[in-house]
Structures are given as C-alpha cells and as structure tokens.
C-alpha cells in the first residue's frame, strides 16, 4: 500500500515571492510521482511528473519538483509566484511496477494562495 | 479537441433517490477512474476500469455501481445506500501506466 502526506494544508505567500509545496510519501514498491493543479469548481491539470531518470522534473507554469528517494520526497517549487497560481495543488503516487495499473494515490491537498 | 467530458456540472437530488453520473473520453484510453473530492480530504477512489466490461472496486465503492459497456463511457450511478453523497465527483482516464487526465468535475448535491 502507498500513501502521500502533503505537509501543509495551506500556503500564503505575496506576489514575485519563492514558493515550496511539500510531499512525502511511503511505498514498498518503486513509484512514479505526480503534482496536479486545480482550479475552484474544476477537475485537475497535471503540472509535471517523474517517471524515471532526472530527478528534477520541470512542468508547466514555471513549477519544477525535485525527486528524492533517501527521503522519499517529491517537493513543488516555484522561484516567483504570480496571483494566477492561486489554487489547490495535489501530489500523487502510483506503483511503478505496474501491478496496480496506474492507479493513484492522492495527498490531501495544499491550498496556495498568492496575495499581491 | 480531445478530452473528457462529464455532465451535468451541477445536480440536485432528494434524498433516496439513485442517480447516474455521466463520464465520456474521445482520448481512446484504456483505463477510466471515478474519485469522489470532499473538503480537506484530498480525492479518494471509488472505482475504476481497466478494459470493457470490466471494472474493480476503488477505497469507497460501498454505496456505488459503475458499467464499461464501451470504451469511451464509464457512468457511475450513486445509489441510495451511499450514505453521504453530497460531494463532487471527478472522471479521469489513462493509457497503461501514464498519468491521469480529468474531466471538469460534477457536483452534487443531495437534498
């Protein structure tokens, strides 16, 4: 069984400041990682994901994650924040080894809220 | 354009009543998946389908039932025995072993 903890369920921070969104997970199993978006009242985006090789993964919107399997860790980062990243963002696992066909397993979720 | 659709985005329904959740992909997917969102709790699986007319139960099915009659639609129905159906409800579907793509949600609400 895998499991994700996103370790702050809320993040303020001002406009053009750097931002870290914080994930751990536990698995017995190799993994892939995901962080997802969304926006009020609607489904979710995926920003980027770790399949294997680099582990510092850049996604869309300027958001890069980094892997870090001592820690078992997969931090967001941003190095400046405008208001439009306002939303509700998610980490995600799955096994990698296929046995449980891509199924995911979710975070609770970290609201980030850009004040100007 | 490709994607998922889910319809309706809003629905109401008095309490007892079954209700059937519409979810539709045109990205030839495999594999499709329900979650159900509640506040704070992240989204929480509740069935999902790796082929036609075949499907497994997610962490939450109790309360559920789902069909994959065809590739591109996977409905979930919301029967009267879930006990708290009030939440909003996401499709998603995928290629073997790739990331997730998600429809734009359903919200309903029970009366």
């Known amino acids: 069984a895998q499991s994700v903890t996103q370790l702050d369920s809320q993040v303020p921070v001002f406009e053009e400041a750097p931002v870290e969104l914080r994930c751990n997970y536990s698995s017995s199993v190799s993994v892939y990682l995901f962080w997802y978006v969304q926006y009020p009242n609607q489904g979710l985006q995926l920003l980027l994901k770790y399949l294997s090789g680099s582990t510092l993964v850049k996604g869309i919107n300027g958001f890069e994650a980094e892997f870090n399997k001592s820690q078992t860790s997969f931090h967001l980062r941003k190095p400046s924040v405008h208001i439009s990243d306002t939303a509700e963002y998610f980490c995600a696992v799955s096994d990698a080894g296929g046995t449980s066909y891509g199924k995911l397993t979710f975070g609770q979720g970290t609201i980030l809220t850009v004040h100007p | 354009d490709g994607g998922i659709t889910q319809s309706p985005k809003y629905l109401f329904r008095k309490e007892g009543q079954n209700v059937t959740l519409s979810c539709e992909q045109n990205l030839n997917h495999d594999a499709m998946y329900w979650y159900r969102q509640d506040p704070g709790q992240g989204l929480r699986l509740i069935y999902y389908?790796?082929?036609?007319?075949?499907?497994q139960k997610g962490d939450i099915a109790e309360g559920y039932s789902v069909s994959r009659e065809k590739k591109e639609s996977f409905p979930l129905t919301v029967t009267s025995a879930q006990k708290n159906p009030t939440a909003f409800y996401l499709c998603a579907s995928s290629t073997y072993m790739a990331e997730q793509y998600f429809g734009p949600g359903t919200r309903l609400t029970v009366l």
């Open positions: 389908s790796q082929i036609v007319n075949d499907f």
